[in-house]
Nanobody, 129 residues
């Protein structure tokens, strides 16, 4: 079955960098749309921040992270990454990777706007000022 396991979150100072990883299994990462989402603890909204899809479209980034975050995947390692630079206190959140069945036709922006079928348990990123 589909499994997603995030790692790499920790406490970091403002201006610092982190790389998050999402180890995937149970599906072909080349054929699924997938992305990184974040949720501030104690709130209900989960925001799509960076998403990619099997289409040839460029990755989608939320305006709040554009130019600072970069999403990538290693299909040989079945792993999704999120490189986060110039971190700000507003980036503090639990970061999740998410994907859906039958998402081969999704575009990146649509992926970040959609509800996903599968989620990992998340990894907490805390940025101190």
């Amino acid at each position: 079955q589909v499994q997603l396991v995030e790692s790499g979150g920790r406490l970091v100072q403002s201006g610092g960098s982190l790389r998050l990883s999402c180890a995937t299994s149970g599906f072909n990462l080349e054929n699924y749309a997938i992305g990184w989402f974040r949720q501030v603890p104690g709130t209900l909204d989960r925001e799509g921040v960076a998403c990619i899809s099997p289409s040839k479209d460029s990755p989608y980034y939320a305006d709040s992270v554009k130019g600072r975050f970069a999403i990538s995947k290693d299909t040989a390692e079945n792993t999704l990454y999120l490189q986060m630079d110039s971190l700000k206190p507003d980036d503090t959140a639990v970061y999740y990777c998410g994907t859906s069945d039958n998402s081969w036709w999704y575009d990146p922006k649509g992926t970040c706007s959609s509800g996903m079928d599968y989620w990992g348990k998340g990894t907490l990123v805390t940025v101190s000022s």
